[in-house]
């Protein structure tokens, strides 16, 4: 067995050789060449990503000062999720990465990125269900990225995936750079559940959290529809607007939930 691993390894490396030669491009982060594996990032530059350590709410897993629990956003309206799963925060050669998957169409992206996620202490669940995307922004992607990786940890965890129990019927504008409160207006209403549950447990994936109102709103649809349980996996957490005033060490950026 070792020896087939081995041979696989090798034949990578020499693939990864003759892209490099045929197609050169620099690592979008130090410029050097990209690896066939992490393509268009380095593999040094990829193998840079660390997952987040320190301390987070625990519903929506923004990273919050030491001894606080929960966020105070989730203290005052408790979220219909019952937790989150979130590799790392939204910085750097991941949010560098997430971009190259969303807007840059680097499909084979997926499935790297896919094994950070991997690498948290997922729950046991019975369905994975992916965020819909904006029916207007899909056809300028032609596809969605997070049904790729809700695809691949469906396939790799052995759990069905459902890619039309949940969709959006209401087209919203661009949530890049919108407060919470205009977050919540532009998504109130937007999503609807195609099926009644039976109790299940579901694994809903996203790509980032912002402010936790996206992961929210489809939430609350899951579990209007007889949904037990929903947790919330996201490759990134970012800052969000909550608690943009505190100070907050996150020297300890290197472990899992």
């Not at 380095?42 to 897993?61: D, E, H, Q, T, V």
């Not at 504008?173 to 299940?200: A, C, D, H, Y």
Request: hydrophobic share 35%; proline share 7%.
């Amino acid at each position: 067995m070792w020896k087939v691993q081995n041979t696989f390894k090798g034949k990578l490396r020499i693939i990864e050789e003759i892209v490099n030669i045929l197609y050169p491009s620099g690592c979008p982060i130090c410029s050097g060449p990209s690896s066939f594996r992490f393509y268009p990032f380095c593999k040094a530059c990829w193998l840079s990503i660390r997952p987040y350590r320190g301390n987070r709410c625990s519903f929506c897993s923004i990273p919050l000062p030491e001894h606080t629990s929960i966020c105070g956003e989730c203290i005052s309206s408790r979220p219909y999720f019952h937790g989150s799963f979130v590799y790392g925060l939204y910085e750097g050669v991941l949010k560098e990465a997430i971009h190259h998957l969303k807007y840059l169409s680097v499909r084979s992206l997926a499935a790297p990125l896919s094994e950070l996620l991997l690498t948290t202490s997922l729950p046991e669940a019975d369905l994975v269900v992916p965020v819909p995307p904006d029916s207007s922004r899909l056809k300028k992607r032609y596809f969605n990225h997070t049904s790729l990786i809700a695809r691949y940890l469906s396939k790799r965890l052995r759990i069905p995936l459902s890619l039309d129990s949940l969709i959006k019927i209401k087209s919203t504008p661009p949530q890049t750079g919108l407060k919470r409160e205009e977050r919540q207006k532009n998504l109130r209403n937007s999503f609807r559940v195609t099926r009644r549950f039976s109790g299940e447990r579901i694994l809903l994936i996203d790509d980032v959290i912002t402010t936790g109102i996206t992961v929210q709103e489809c939430s609350k649809q899951l579990f209007k529809a007889g949904a037990s349980r929903i947790y919330v996996v996201a490759l990134a957490r970012s800052y969000g607007d909550i608690v943009s005033s505190i100070p907050i060490d996150i020297s300890d950026a290197g472990g899992v939930i």
